[in-house]
């Protein structure tokens, strides 16, 4: 099956800095490429997602981008605020009805 | 605009217990999905289902159970809780195949096995 590999596991960053989540996927036939971000005690939202055709999709301060050659895929946050600070965890999905999720990444934006 | 609803937030249940978790989704969503959510795990495929009555194994099913009757409800089921079982599970839904929408999870159920 996939297998998504997501790092850091955690990251800290000033507020106003750049954040940069990066995964990557094993099964070269994944095509679509979802992030989820889970506040404290939450449940996981959709933030953005990517599909294979498709190398960067970006909305207001947040973007991903994909390489299908290396396998990998990054979400991009700009100009981070305190209310960024969650979890965001990646997926891969060929199908489109079962994803594969990483292991996600604590983001932590200090004041 | 509660869409994916699980039957309780938190629950304490007893090692050996049989244990019931509940989801229901009012999308008519064809699938569903039970996740755990552990820390430095991430989320792990429990089960999930593509249709009433059918179910399929994930990544970890040993020591639990699926039910779905009704399309709307997928119920796990934890034959013998054990202390290892003590987790955040998420339920999920999402549209058939082919329609990449992404998941719609639930809020989650705490259980504590004692």
């Known amino acids: 099956g996939e297998n998504v590999e997501q790092h850091p596991s955690t990251l800290s960053v000033q507020e106003g800095d750049s954040a940069v989540i990066k995964c990557t996927y094993s099964d070269s036939a994944s095509n679509y490429f979802p992030w989820y971000k889970q506040e404290l005690g939450k449940r996981p939202q959709l933030i953005i997602d990517i599909r294979s055709n498709v190398g960067e999709k970006k909305d207001q301060r947040i973007a991903v981008t994909l390489n299908k050659t290396a396998k990998h895929f990054s979400l991009h946050i700009t100009e981070t605020q305190p209310e960024d600070s969650a979890v965001y965890f990646c997926?891969?999905?060929?199908?489109?009805?079962?994803?594969?999720f990483g292991t996600g990444t604590s983001l932590t934006v200090i004041p | 605009d509660v869409k994916v609803t699980q039957s309780s937030r938190y629950l304490v249940k007893r090692t050996g217990e049989k244990v019931f978790l509940e989801c229901v989704q009012d999308m008519d969503h064809e699938n569903m999905f039970w996740y755990r959510q552990d820390p430095g795990l991430g989320l792990r495929l429990i089960y999930f289902s593509y249709d009433v009555k059918m179910k399929e194994k994930g990544d970890i099913p040993e020591g639990y159970s699926v039910s779905r009757e009704k399309k709307e409800r997928f119920s796990l089921i934890l034959e013998s809780a054990s202390t290892n079982q003590t987790s955040m599970y998420l339920c999920a839904s999402s549209p058939h195949g082919g329609i990449f929408y992404g998941y719609t999870f639930g809020s989650g159920t705490r259980l504590t096995v004692v």
């Open positions: 997926a891969a999905s060929k199908t489109g009805n079962q994803f594969y």
